[in-house]
């Protein structure tokens, strides 16, 4: 069974940094191209940013490009969400996504861990 | 970045029912279109991807087509579970832009 489990999520000052964590079990991490996404409280799903299987592509949202940063270790089957310069309208739950296969492009979101929130506010 | 537009944004409808949901691109994203439900406090669950493709484990009633720029997803006779919202995502173009949604109500 594919288990993705978040971490690093809480409360944050607006400019200030958090760093997520993502740790995946029940599949071979380095087969699959990795995601976040991220849910406002009410409102639909927002892709942040996905990783290639070996790193070789990255993309990123317009919304969080230049704060954003998005890396995977495959030996601890982790992968990262670094946030810079956090604004309140980055406030949601972050969501670690397992793709369907190894490329970040046309991959179809397959497995969903169930989030960690993350409140930017003073 | 490429705009998604789901029509509906609600739908009432009744067991057994045959619903049907559109999904419209901005621009053409050939086939790579996916279908997510979502449930209150859970994660999206993937239904359809490749437009057509039904992942395992989903219920043959659901079912999708369309290329292009236009995309459905029909629900062939609604069961209580399938009471959720529903919403769209493209997988052609970075930013992988999702639907606003489509809430099903009995």
């Known amino acids: 069974e594919v288990r993705l489990v978040e971490s690093g999520g809480g409360l944050v000052q607006p400019g200030r940094s958090l760093r997520l964590s993502c740790t995946g079990s029940?599949?071979?991490?380095?087969?699959?191209?990795m995601h976040w996404v991220r849910q406002a409280p009410g409102k639909g799903p927002e892709w942040v940013s996905g990783i290639s299987w070996n790193s070789d592509t990255i993309g990123y949202a317009d919304s969080v490009k230049g704060r954003f940063t998005i890396s995977r270790d495959n030996a601890k089957n982790s992968l990262y969400l670094q946030m810079s310069s956090l604004r309140p309208e980055d406030t949601a739950l972050y969501s670690c996504?397992?793709?369907?296969?190894?490329?970040?492009?046309?991959?179809?979101?397959?497995?969903w861990g169930q989030g960690t929130l993350v409140t930017v506010s003073s | 970045d490429i705009q998604m537009t789901q029509s509906p944004s609600s739908l009432s409808a009744s067991v057994g029912d045959r619903v049907t949901i559109t999904c419209r691109a901005s621009h053409s994203i050939s086939n790579y279109l996916n279908w997510y439900q979502q449930k209150p406090g859970k994660a999206p669950k993937l239904l359809i991807y490749?437009?057509?493709t039904l992942q395992r484990g989903v219920p043959s009633r659901f079912s999708g087509s369309g290329s292009g720029t236009d995309f459905t997803l029909t629900i062939g006779s609604l069961q209580p579970e399938d009471f959720s919202t529903y919403f769209c995502q493209q997988s052609s173009t970075a930013p992988y832009t999702f639907g606003q949604g489509t809430k099903l109500e009995i």
């Open positions: 996504v397992k793709a369907k296969i190894v490329v970040v492009k046309n991959s179809p979101l397959e497995d």
């Open positions: 490749g437009a057509s």
């Open positions: 029940g599949f071979t991490f380095d087969d699959f191209a």
